[in-house]
């Protein structure tokens, strides 16, 4: 028959439970306190309260499984200090609580002295009781408590803390499982936001600072390294280096298919390498490094670079890093080509901007100046370019001391192209220049000329005329471009002459105009650019207001003429960008 203490589950000293329905309202109070939260810091704080109620241990830890599972590290504990709690690991298999975990099995020592596996971490230890943390065949950690004095834990402790660990596992892998995701969701946020900000950048070399700093914010690394691939030299280049957290001068650069980033180019994805010393891939440029990670940056399945990072510490790099990390480093290759194509086409405009402001004095240096000699006429000229260079263009060519040509014309489009043409034009109207060909026959040979090296798609159209001083005899003819306005006898009006542009026709005649002019006539060629300037209502300046503005201020010179033209054009465009070249020549008689 049992003795009364056996049928009550009596626990004789040290604080133990007295009976079985205490035990079973501790374990059910324990359930329920451990599944209350789902913030593992709190559930362990919790269990540890719990647990000092009923057994007045001297030393509370919880111990998991860190890096690769091969040591147990402290997530909680009482009675350490707090150095020997953070950095003490206890491999797998040794010691109490290592033997405990490797077995499954709950591990008490009566006196600690006298057990060989016991680690001496804290003096005056004399007893110890380990019980894993079981979850479904396999250990997840280990609660362990200790005390001062020999024989203190007793065998029902021991049952009753396996049946609490059960429990505790349980909500031990919630709460971590819980963690996971909320650490899960707070990455993607932060990788959200890491995208968004170096997705801005336009600057490599800022791209670049500014992605180290965000790897910073991920993981906490000892060493990294952006490295980009240079196509043209088959290798990768340093192009930062930081090394516990200090810009450092890394290797200028590093073969492609060498060591562990040179493996991660080469099969285009991940290389994790938890000790550097058992891989022979690994060259060694850090004494201190341990381990390693290398992740190759692809863009459109081009590798365009690698993010290396390195740590002192063996096995320091997780899965969860490689996943994380993989997705920042294709937010960066995407960014990174983003930002050096910006580059290039930063230098490339750069560069035609330059050769744009060259053609732009190239183009100003084919058109002559308005000549001094006194051919009898007080003659002007202007030209607005809409772009950089135009395809608007105006000559004089000196017949002798008598007689002078003068041209205006308009290529087809804008731009360089068009003032490429208008160059040529110049060239072959300066090249029949010694033949003193009278208007008709000068289009009439241009046309054939540049028929002869037609271009699909571009024409010109072009007005020439010659002016003779001692007869004051004007010929003009017409080939395409805007009617030459004549202001003679009070009057401003068109010379009507119309003709084939230049380059569309091979064999074409022109017709020819003249008129002998008097002093204070008026002849004015212009390009369409200034008639069809708009206004914001969508009106144009139109003809009429240029024939206007010439009978109302025909006691001006030549060049008032020409400026008070050009002064009404922009005021009745309220300054809007120019839309086309405007280009006019004013002769008047002396």
Request: hydrophobic share 40%; with cysteine; aromatic share 6%.
């Amino acid at each position: 028959m049992s003795s009364p203490d056996t049928q009550t589950g009596t626990v004789a000293e040290n604080g133990g439970l007295e009976t079985s329905a205490e035990v079973l309202t501790t374990l059910a109070e324990i359930g329920e306190e451990v599944n209350a939260s789902l913030d593992l810091d709190e559930v362990l704080a919790r269990t540890a309260v719990l647990i000092k109620r009923h057994i007045d241990y001297e030393i509370f830890g919880v111990l998991m499984f860190e890096g690769d599972g091969s040591y147990l590290k402290h997530r909680f504990s009482i009675g350490y200090p707090r150095d020997l709690a953070e950095n003490l690991r206890v491999p797998l298999g040794q010691g109490i609580s290592g033997t405990a975990a490797a077995t499954g099995h709950p591990v008490r020592v009566s006196d600690t002295l006298k057990d060989p596996r016991y680690i001496n971490a804290i003096d005056n230890v004399r007893s110890e009781l380990a019980v894993p943390l079981m979850l479904r065949g396999k250990c997840v950690g280990v609660l362990d408590i200790q005390s001062r004095h020999p024989d203190y834990f007793t065998p029902q402790q021991q049952s009753i803390l396996t049946l609490l660990a059960s429990r505790l596992a349980v909500a031990v892998e919630n709460a971590r499982l819980f963690q996971r995701v909320r650490v899960q969701a707070e990455t993607l946020l932060l990788l959200n936001e890491v995208g968004r900000e170096t997705s801005s950048i336009l600057d490599v070399e800022e791209l670049l600072r500014r992605a180290a700093e965000q790897t910073k914010r991920v993981i906490d690394y000892q060493i990294l390294s952006i490295m980009l691939y240079d196509e043209e030299l088959k290798v990768f280049r340093h192009r930062i280096d930081v090394k516990h957290g200090h810009r450092v001068q890394g290797k200028l650069r590093a073969a492609a298919s060498e060591g562990i980033v040179g493996a991660a180019a080469t099969l285009k994805e991940p290389v994790l390498v938890p000790d550097v010393t058992v891989d022979p891939r690994y060259l060694a440029a850090n004494p201190e490094t341990r381990s390693e990670l290398a992740i190759p940056m692809i863009h459109k399945g081009r590798v365009i670079g690698v993010l290396d990072l390195e740590s002192p510490q063996l096995n320091y790099f997780t899965d969860d890093h490689v996943q994380t990390l993989s997705i920042l480093a294709a937010n960066f290759a995407v960014s990174l080509e983003n930002a050096r194509l910006y580059e290039k086409v930063a230098r490339d405009e750069a560069r035609l901007e330059r050769d744009l402001q060259a053609a732009k004095r190239i183009q100003g240096a084919l058109l002559r100046s308005v000549p001094t000699e006194d051919f009898g006429l007080d003659m002007a000229a202007r030209y607005l370019s809409a772009r950089e260079v135009g395809g608007d263009l105006y000559e004089f060519l000196r017949y002798g001391p008598q007689q002078l040509g003068i041209a205006l014309g308009d290529v087809s489009g804008k731009g360089t192209a068009a003032a490429l043409y208008g160059a040529v034009a110049i060239g072959i109207m300066r090249s029949l220049a010694p033949q003193k060909l009278q208007p008709a026959e000068m289009l009439r040979q241009m046309n054939q000329i540049v028929g002869e090296r037609r271009i699909e798609g571009r024409f010109m159209t072009a007005c020439f005329a010659t002016y003779q001083k001692g007869r004051g005899k004007l010929r003009v003819a017409n080939a395409g471009q805007s009617q030459p306005l004549l202001y003679k006898d009070g009057r401003c009006g068109k010379v009507e002459l119309t003709g084939f542009p230049l380059g569309i026709f091979e064999e074409v005649a022109y017709d020819e105009w003249s008129v002998t002019l008097q002093a204070g006539d008026i002849l004015v060629f212009h390009s369409d650019g200034i008639a069809e300037t708009a206004n914001s209502e969508g009106q144009f300046f139109g003809t009429e207001r240029l024939r206007k503005i010439i009978e109302d201020q025909n006691e001006l010179n030549a060049s008032e003429l020409a400026d008070q033209v050009f002064r009404e054009v922009e005021w009745f465009s309220q300054g809007a960008p120019l839309s086309d070249d405007r280009t006019l020549v004013v002769l008047k008689v002396r």
